[in-house]
Structure formats: structure tokens, C-alpha cells
């Protein structure tokens, strides 16, 4: 499995961080978690092919998670010399069918490659060919999502945005990746996302082979969030930067 970060940031511009993205690519499968700003073009200039997306799993319905599904799709509907042959499967939260409507009424056909299918996930567990994806609302918004996927015995965990809540836990317990959120240092706390000392409290009760720091805003660059964390966790962590690429 390789996991490919193309935002590790948030809905703040930085030149460094753009807004999230996270590519998994198994044997013959590429799933997209999240869709956010600049992700269609970040595809590309990592060499991947937009064609080739499976399956794009949606978190919540913030901007900086989705906003790029309009570019995304409307590349697709292009008749370009390659044009999509297989199917692409988008799922997100419950919303995200009237969501991808709305938007769809707005820019009329060009919204609509057709060959797509379109779902809600009101399920807690999903069976894919060469994966396993489980689900689990997070302390964010009122329907916003973390994902799980299962693979040949590997398995990442992607935080999604969130606040502390318990069942996070068991859900990612003994993860090979941890992709979690980590917005804001301590000292600016907001409900509703994490800050290292949550990161530090979360990673020693999962235990992750590798606890991957992502959705950074700008002043986490200029506070020592990583040494912090680092300090505070027995998990190997790696400080997410966009386009940085992870085999396990
Ligand atoms: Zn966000
Ligand atoms: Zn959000």
C-alpha cells in the first residue's frame, strides 16, 4: 500500500500546505480520501492520472475537503484522448448526494462525466475487491466521517477534521498509519479539531505504527508541534508535507 499526502493543510492559502487530499494506492486500485482545493492538479504533477481514481471517499462537507470535485469532475466530463473508461465511485456523508446535486444544477452537464455512482455511507463497514473501508462520525460537524481501510494486513486510518472522542480509538487501535488532523498548537485550542496534546493522548492509546501529522494551519509552522509531539508519543511520526509519499 502507498499513501501519497497532496494537502496537508487547511482552508487557510499557505505556500507550503495546500487544502486536503490523500491518494492510497493498492495492487490495482487508487482511492482518494478527500478532495479539496488544488487536489486535481497535485495529481498530476505527482505523475498520477485522474483516469485512473477508483473510488473518492469524502469526509465532511467543508470546502477545503471537497471544493475540488468540481475541477475533478469537470476534467472528467472533458473529452480528452484518454477518456475515463472505468467507473468512478464518489461516497461521502450523509448531505453528500444533495451536495454533488446542488453543484451539479449550477454548472448543468459539465458537472456530469457520467459512468459514476454516487453514495451516501450510512454503513459502518464496506467490502471493495482489494480493500476493506470502515467509517465512524467524528467530533467535527454533525455528520463528518474518519475512514479505515484494510488491506492485505496493512491498514491506515484517516482522522478526517475532528475533536477527541473516545471510540476514535478502538476504531484505529493498532493502525499501521495514522493519518490524524492537527490543526492548531495547544495554546489556540477550537473545539471541534485537535492540538498535540490530543494528538500525544490519541496516538498512545491506538498505537500506530506511524503517526502521520496533517490539516496543519500556517502557525503550526511556526510553533514546534512535531518536537512536541515526538516527545509525547512512542509511535514513530512523520510531519505531513504535500506530495511526501509513504510505502507500508
Ligand atoms: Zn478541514
Ligand atoms: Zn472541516
New binding site residues.
Partial sequence: MEIQILGSGT?IPSGRRGSSGYLVTLDSTKVLFDCGNGVTWKLEKSGENYLDIDHIFI??M?P??NADLIPFLFATKYPAENQRTKKLYLWGPQGFCSFLKSIQDIYGNWLNPGNTEISEMDKQEYHFDEFNLSTIKTG??EN?LAFRLDSKGKSMVYS??TDYFDSLIDFARDCDVLLIECSLPDRLKRK?HLTPSDVIRISNLVNPGILVLTHMYPVCDTENIYEQIDKGTGSQVILGEDFLKLSI
Fill in positions: 482552508c469526509t465532511h467543508h477545503d475537503h467535527h460537524t463528518s478526517g477534521d471541534g
